[in-house]
């Protein structure tokens, strides 16, 4: 049985499903090396995949899931994700290799596109204009908190635990929040709104969509962006470790690091307006190609080690970077999706994934245990993603049109 909600009751319900992502990364990032040791590493797989094949199988679920929750509603797509989350939790939770720990990863990457893509839907059904705003400044507050703390939190689990009790912990918080979904969550999609699932025309509308060079010139240009990120994402425990000897305390540097992506969406919202989208993407682009730069150039001359404070702040300019281009390159690429918004964001949130998983395997074959390799991996990822915007920001901006 449903009952009603409150406002508050709802927002805080659905900013703890959207941040099933986050701590389903971060939390996870002080077990690495432990999970390392205990199953042992074998090439080509490395723990770095622990990260980046979970961000795979949320490029297959975000394309599978968006359309499933316009056709049977979002709340059943929503609960379908967290059964799915909660399967590859058990198998990563009890897996005796590091290929099953993979194996349950990628589908938890699968199952957490449920609350990442119906979540989002269920906020556009019932808010408009300010409320929506007043949302998602809710939701932006946790977004900065989650990857500051759960690091530090899932240190002291896995201190006590082990690796495998952060696994315990995903499977309760799952099995807790479909449970409050269920019994507490209307649905607000209403059936006459509905839009049944045909392949064919999921298809024709996704070919469309991407041969709109404005987008599909954006998609890559979100992926690379992501893809310098997640190779951070992917790399960190062992860089601060294997360069700096920091074990205990990388969750406080991880924090200090994440805070930067947090000043900068703060800053973006205020100044976005006076400037535009584009003009802003453009700075982050050129910010984050700079910090790279700076930071190869002083890794060389470090033989790869550079000072830890300088590293640091290089670090925090480029997150800050990185922080400004997320909501700017999301807005530019759904600027031309006009009736075809819903397939259009599952294919930018799908390809930009898929973009970023392929960018930090691939940066992340060269590490070495040095900054060279993320220092090239932010400049790459940079300027490649600034000349890609630019050439698509000249591109026909027509909205485009759906086939029905």
């Known amino acids: 049985m449903t009952f009603p909600t409150s406002f508050r009751e709802r927002i805080v319900l659905y900013a703890l499903l959207t941040s099933l992502t986050s701590?389903?990364?971060?939390?996870?990032?002080?077990?690495?090396?432990?999970?390392?040791?205990?199953?042992?590493?074998?090439p080509p797989l490395s723990t770095q995949h622990v990260i980046s094949l979970f961000i795979l199988g949320m490029a297959f679920g975000e394309l599978l899931l968006g359309p499933l929750s316009d056709a049977m509603g979002r709340k059943r797509a929503l609960v379908l994700g967290l059964g799915v989350y909660a399967v590859g939790t058990v198998v990563a939770l009890v897996a005796g290799s590091?290929?099953?720990?993979?194996?349950?990863?990628?589908?938890q990457g699968v199952g957490v596109s449920g609350p990442k893509i119906a979540t989002r839907a269920m906020i556009r059904d019932q808010f408009e204009g300010d409320a929506m705003a007043r949302v998602m400044s809710f939701m932006f507050t946790l977004f900065i908190l989650v990857p500051m703390l759960a690091p530090t939190l899932a240190q002291g689990i896995i201190a006590v635990g082990g690796w495998r009790s952060v696994f315990a912990v995903y499977l309760a918080a799952a099995g807790l929040l479909g449970l409050w979904l269920v019994m507490r969550q209307p649905e607000t999609l209403a059936k006459d709104k509905r839009i049944p699932f045909r392949p064919r025309l999921l298809v024709s509308n996704g070919r469309r969509i991407l041969a709109?060079?404005?987008?599909?010139?954006?998609?890559l240009a979100t992926g690379l962006v992501f893809g310098a990120q997640l190779l951070y994402l992917s790399t960190a425990a062992d860089l601060f470790f294997d360069a700096y000897g920091i074990g205990q305390t990388f969750p406080l540097y991880f924090a200090l690091l994440a805070a930067g992506i947090g000043l900068a969406s703060f800053l973006n919202a205020k100044l976005v307006q006076r400037f535009g989208s584009e003009a802003m993407a453009r700075y982050g682009f050129l910010g984050l190609a700079t910090a790279g730069l700076a930071m190869l150039v002083v890794s060389a001359s470090w033989a790869g080690r550079p000072p830890l404070t300088v590293l640091m702040v290089l670090g925090f300019a480029a997150f800050f970077a990185i922080g400004v281009l997320f909501g700017n390159l999301n807005a530019m690429a759904m600027r031309?999706?006009?009736?075809?918004?819903?397939?259009?964001?599952?294919?930018?949130?799908?390809?930009?994934?898929?973009?970023?998983t392929l960018f930090a395997i691939a940066m992340g074959a060269f590490y070495d245990g040095t900054t060279l390799n993320l220092s090239a991996g932010f400049f790459v990822a940079g300027i490649s993603a600034l000349v890609l915007s630019e050439i698509a920001v000249r591109a026909d901006a027509s909205p485009v049109e759906a086939v029905r």
């Open 336 to 356: 031309s999706l006009g009736q075809v918004a819903g397939l259009g964001a599952s294919l930018i949130a799908s390809g930009s994934s898929l973009i970023a």
């Open 212 to 219: 709109n060079r404005r987008v599909t010139l954006l998609i």
């Open 23 to 42: 701590i389903s990364i971060d939390a996870l990032l002080p077990g690495l090396r432990q999970i390392g040791t205990d199953l042992g590493v074998r």
């Open 98 to 107: 590091l290929e099953m720990v993979i194996l349950g990863r990628f589908l």
